[in-house]
């Protein structure tokens, strides 16, 4: 929770300096004045998906909204292996973030592995945009609006992020893949 303690304040500043007010922010990104409320005070769990249509909305770059920190590449944004930006966006999925660097970015691409769990506990979410998975290792149950899809290493899906999706590694190890988001 800590990251959202530092990703809050930045929500409330960004909103503020234009002008919005929660209403308002609220009514412009398709959400609830409570869900605007629980994101700025850090007392839900903030989303990938409402920090990108927050950056998209106010045309400010998802890396500076996390982090804090502005990217400076424009040519090219060249990420080694194990050094994706880290975004502690939720607490049962590892997401690094492998476009940060990159200012301007058009899409999110993001190297995420999840860990096995039971199908009781899959929480869904849903975003504006379209993402696209490409599956490197383990076997991952994504539902997209409840209906369970199985994919393995080499598979890949392209879908709308409107549509409610959860998802939970299978045979009791991490799923790891490469996810674009749009």
């Not at 959400?31 to 106010?58: F, H, K, M, W």
């Not at 880290?86 to 058009?106: E, I, M, T, W």
């Not at 009791?172 to 749009?182: C, G, P, S, W, Y």
Request: aromatic share 8%.
């Amino acid at each position: 929770m800590d990251q959202y303690k530092e990703i809050a304040p930045r929500l409330i500043g960004l909103r503020e300096s234009i002008g919005w007010t929660v209403k308002e922010m609220a009514d412009l990104l398709g959400v609830s004045e409570q869900t605007v409320v629980g994101y700025e005070s850090a007392t839900n769990e903030i989303p990938v998906g409402y920090l990108l249509d927050v950056s998209r909305l106010c045309r400010v770059d998802l890396t500076t909204l996390i982090s804090g920190r502005e990217p400076h590449l424009k040519s090219h944004a060249l990420v080694r292996k194990g050094e994706g930006f880290a975004v502690d966006r939720r607490k049962d999925y590892d997401y690094k973030s492998l476009g940060y660097k990159f200012a301007g970015r058009q899409m999110e691409p993001f190297l995420i592995s999840v860990p096995p769990k039971d199908g009781e506990t899959m929480t869904e979410t849903s975003h504006r945009g379209q993402e696209f998975i490409y599956m490197l290792e383990g076997r991952l149950e994504l539902r997209l609006a409840g209906e369970p899809l199985i994919l393995e290493a080499g598979d890949s899906v392209y879908f709308d992020s409107e549509t409610p999706h959860a998802m939970r590694g299978l045979d009791n190890r991490d799923a790891k893949f490469i996810d674009v988001i749009l």
